[in-house]
């Protein structure tokens, strides 16, 4: 009876959970498994913050309901932490509420913007949550490409030109899951100016804002002159300060969205936990060497993975921000697709990534590597896959 629900029959199969269900049966079976498939990240969060949780959770006050739009004094650390890192001024009353998680605020912002009948702009390929949040809510996806080149233009224009009805809201996220993509203030500034032209909602993710390389800092929409009038942008505290499974995110920008999500929240939710909160404006308020720290191990152990991966015959470009590497299948084992290759590396080398099609049609040919590991575990994963590559006729450089 299931298949007769009507958003249930919406979504298709999640690709990415054949992969996972393989991983824990072979865990389950007492295998190594080597695991860069999910961006969980591995590393603490910062001490403090885990003492301000403690703290808080032993007030006996501090287990009621929360605010469902986020603590006073978390929504002011959020605004001043675009203040500091982006020069943007935002209203902690009206341009900021607390989610729980970037995903979580998407899906409820797509609850409160689309329904039955609207046509939504989202990245092929995206993170699921892009074009499955709107999905559930009713919505139709038109699908435009990731790379920011011209040919993202002219996709632009073609889906304003030829859809009826016209899309009313456009994703972005860069940097990108899965591709790692990254765009510059030029870029942003051209889409304001496009939004503005064609009366569109832009909704930005920037999850891995503080996750860049080689001292080029991301950039936000918001720094644009103009872009509250047409964007939102969500943020979270799940990568830069590794607190992934506290569930904390934000979103900003354009009033008029950031009411009609806080509208939609108060119905679904009471707010996160108070002690989570509060935990939140430590982390946002407090010492900031932890989230520099964090960049440096990430980019480290990109400069391994891309060398020892080289080595063992797979060449995977550098990616120049985030927790990803969006690799290309090895050239001799293209016709394989990345399902199957990903089914092969789990198999015969104990290594568990992300098959690209999991990410949409268009991710085809590629899988996500989540760096995740520490470096011994990426060297040790590149020696599994060199033999796994030598098995297969596909030859690798000296190690």
Not at 117 to 124: E, I, K, M, S, T
Request: net charge neutral; charged share 20%.
């Amino acid at each position: 009876m299931e298949d007769e629900f009507y958003r249930i029959k919406r979504l298709p199969p999640y690709v990415i959970a054949e992969v996972n269900g393989m991983r824990a049966a072979a865990r389950a079976a007492g295998r190594d498994i080597i695991d860069l498939g999910m961006g969980n990240p591995d590393l603490p969060p910062p001490q403090h913050v885990i003492d301000k949780l403690c703290e808080v959770a032993r007030k006996p006050d501090a287990h009621g309901y929360s605010q469902s739009k986020g603590i006073p004094g978390l929504r002011r650390a959020q605004a001043n932490y675009y203040g500091r890192r982006f020069g943007v001024d935002l209203d902690p009353e009206t341009e900021v509420v607390v989610t729980m998680g970037s995903k979580e605020g998407l899906s409820s912002l797509a609850t409160a913007i689309t329904g039955p009948g609207d046509v939504v702009l989202a990245p092929n390929p995206s993170y699921p949550i892009h074009t499955f949040g709107f999905i559930i809510a009713g919505a139709t996806i038109r699908s435009v490409p990731t790379t920011p080149d011209e040919n993202y233009w002219r996709a632009l224009d073609r889906a304003m030109a030829f859809t009826v009805p016209r899309p009313s809201v456009l994703i972005v996220n860069y940097p990108s899951n899965p591709t790692a993509e990254t765009v510059d203030l030029a870029f942003y500034e051209r889409l304001v100016a496009w939004a503005r032209e064609n009366r569109v909602w832009v909704l930005s993710d920037l999850a891995y804002s503080e996750l860049y390389y080689d001292g080029k800092p991301t950039v936000s929409i918001l720094q644009v002159p103009g872009a509250k009038d047409v964007a939102v942008e969500f943020t979270s505290l799940s990568k830069t300060y590794s607190m992934a499974g506290w569930r904390m995110g934000f979103a900003v920008g354009n009033a008029k969205l950031i009411g009609a999500l806080t509208r939609v929240k108060s119905y679904l939710d009471y707010g996160a936990f108070t002690p989570i909160q509060a935990a939140a404006c430590a982390a946002l308020n407090g010492p900031q060497d932890i989230v520099e720290k964090n960049r440096a191990l990430y980019h480290k152990r990109r400069d391994v993975m891309v060398e020892a991966f080289g080595r063992a015959g797979w060449d995977i470009p550098a990616p120049p921000a985030s927790m990803f590497a969006w690799a290309p299948l090895p050239p001799a084992l293209r016709e394989m697709g990345s399902l199957e290759f990903s089914k092969q590396l789990l198999t015969h080398a104990e290594v568990a990534v992300a098959p690209g099609v999991g990410y949409g049609e268009d991710g085809e040919g590629y899988v996500r590597i989540a760096m995740v590991e520490n470096e011994q575990r990426l060297r040790q994963a590149a020696r599994n896959i060199k033999r796994y590559l030598a098995s297969m006729g596909v030859n690798s450089t000296a190690a």
